[in-house]
Structure formats: C-alpha cells, structure tokens
C-alpha cells in the first residue's frame, strides 16, 4: 500500500502538531519531530498557523515554508538511519566544524533539493553518491 497526503493534509499535520506542542498535548514521535523543527524555524510559524491554502509558487518569489521543514524532517530522518550510508558521519563532520547543528542541517538541505531535483529532471532515482559527494565539499 502507498501511502501519500496532497498538500492540504500535509499543511494541516504541520498545523495540528504544532498547535499540539503549544498546548503541551501528547504527540507522537513523528509530531515531536514536526514540532521541533517548526520550533527551530519562529519566521515560519506564522505560515503554518494562518492560510494553509497560501500559494508559495517560485513564481510568487515566496520561499515555501513546508518544503523547508519537510528537508529538514529528511535530512535528520537520513542522520539517524545513516542512509545513505556515510552521511551520519558527514553530518557530525560539518556540524562539528561550524559549531551549530541547524546550519549544518541547512547546508545539507541545499544538497539535497540539488540531488532530488536533478533526479526528477532525468527521471531517475536520487544518485546517492553525488549526493555525498556533495556533502563532503561542504
């Protein structure tokens, strides 16, 4: 079975977590990793408490707040698994040499946004290794 959520269903899980977490409710450890990284992100909360329905087109020139801290969510999700293989340790490399975890996370990102969409430009699957490669001349 897939599963998948469109873009409303994801916004809304973002919101509820959120609103969850600021409420000192119960959540589950996906939520508690929602709620951390909407946490590290305070130019973001706004976005995820208002519209859902807001456009953040390239077009629009909008940074999109959700495709943010959804690279954020699989950066750390590829840390803690160390899949692909190698990337814990590049993580710990570059957050070590620049003193601040979030930044590293934030270099990383760019990365990856650069691997996934040049994978989706070919068609093809992420390449793992130019991916790491990048990671490392960070």
Same mark, same amino acid.
């Given at each position: 079975?897939?599963?998948?959520?469109?873009?409303?269903?994801?916004?809304?899980?973002?919101?509820?977590?959120?609103?969850?977490?600021?409420?000192?409710?119960?959540?589950?450890?996906?939520?508690?990793?929602?709620?951390?990284?909407?946490?590290?992100?305070?130019?973001?909360?706004?976005?995820?408490?208002?519209?859902?329905?807001?456009?953040?087109?390239?077009?629009?020139?909008?940074?999109?707040?959700?495709?943010?801290?959804? +690279?954020?969510?699989?950066?750390? *999700?590829?840390?803690?698994? /160390?899949? !692909?293989?190698?990337?814990?340790?590049?993580?710990?490399? &570059?957050?070590?040499?620049?003193?601040?975890?979030?930044?590293?996370?934030?270099?990383?990102?760019?990365? +990856?946004?650069?691997?996934?969409? *040049?994978?989706?430009?070919? /068609?093809? !699957?992420?390449?793992?290794?130019?991916?790491?490669?990048? &990671?490392?001349?960070?």
């Amino acid at each position: 079975m897939i599963f998948r959520q469109d873009r409303g269903e994801l916004r809304q899980m973002y919101a509820s977590a959120w609103q969850t977490y600021r409420d000192k409710g119960a959540l589950s450890p996906l939520e508690m990793q929602i709620a951390q990284v909407i946490e590290d992100h305070p130019e973001y909360h706004e976005a995820v408490m208002g519209d859902l329905e807001q456009d953040f087109s390239v077009e629009g020139g909008k940074t999109n707040p959700f495709l943010h801290m959804g +690279l954020h969510l699989g950066v750390r *999700e590829q840390v803690a698994t /160390n899949r !692909p293989s190698g990337i814990s340790s590049a993580f710990q490399s &570059l957050a070590a040499r620049i003193g601040d975890p979030h930044i590293a996370e934030h270099r990383m990102i760019d990365c +990856l946004a650069e691997t996934l969409w *040049e994978a989706q430009r070919q /068609n093809q !699957p992420p390449d793992e290794e130019i991916y790491l490669e990048r &990671l490392r001349q960070l």
